[in-house]
């Protein structure tokens, strides 16, 4: 019986079998000094042990690879929390929901300004009306230019609040990019996260 081995398109060790006769085309005799715990490669043709040079860089290229993932998860984590404080303050990512504030927001502050059309004046009045039915807990008891500056101050967070998020991104990517432990990255993700909890405190109090 002889032991026989299968490689990959790089000439990569992908299997070994032992039998009387190749069990196939893509199949190779083992070198004569293959005792199975060595890994081969494929050289012109012919398997041969791998040196201990190939197996380090082989060894290294698969911890890199590895590392990288556990760097791909981080950002994604990163990623997760800052779309988490989007939705707190600014809200989902709707495009519509959108365009209606950038029309609320025109409408206010041309109501704070003393300019606002009666059609405006008319859309936020209906708008602070629902407000108060629904009890909202500031709106409540506010009046129409309180309203008007409401919307005017939460524009403004939300502008504050989208340099943050980018900021905990861009830097929370660099950050780990350069890491060079799996601890490190770890103290990295937590100091973001207690960072990012402080500032958007701050931002919303």
């Known amino acids: 019986m002889k032991k026989y081995l299968r490689f990959d398109e790089n000439g990569h060790q992908t299997g070994m079998t032992t039998a009387p006769q190749s069990p196939g085309s893509n199949w190779h005799i083992a070198p004569e000094n ?6 081969c490669v494929l050289d012109g043709g012919t398997a ?5 040079t190939e197996i380090s860089v082989v060894e290294d290229k698969k911890q890199r690879a590895a590392f990288q993932s556990v760097k791909d998860e981080a950002i994604h984590r990163i990623a997760e929390k800052a779309n988490t404080y989007q939705n707190k303050i600014i809200g989902t990512d709707d495009p519509s929901r959108a365009k209606r504030f950038e029309v609320n927001l025109v409408a206010a502050k041309a109501l704070l300004a003393g300019i606002a059309t009666e059609a405006q004046t008319s859309m936020l009045q209906l708008q ?11 709106l409540k008891d506010a009046t129409l230019d309180e309203f008007a ?3 005017a101050d939460y524009d403004e967070l939300t502008t504050k609040a989208i340099g943050l ?3 905990t991104l861009i830097v929370g990517r660099a950050k780990v990019e350069k890491a060079v432990s799996e601890s490190e990255i770890n103290t990295i993700i937590e100091q973001l996260a207690e960072q990012a909890e402080q500032q958007f405190s701050e931002l919303v109090n």
């Open 34 to 39: 293959f005792d199975g715990k060595r890994r």
């Open 48 to 52: 041969r042990l791998m040196t201990d």
């Open 128 to 138: 602070l009306d629902a407000n108060k039915y629904a009890e909202h807990p500031v």
């Open 149 to 151: 500056r409401w919307i």
């Open 165 to 167: 998020i980018e900021n």
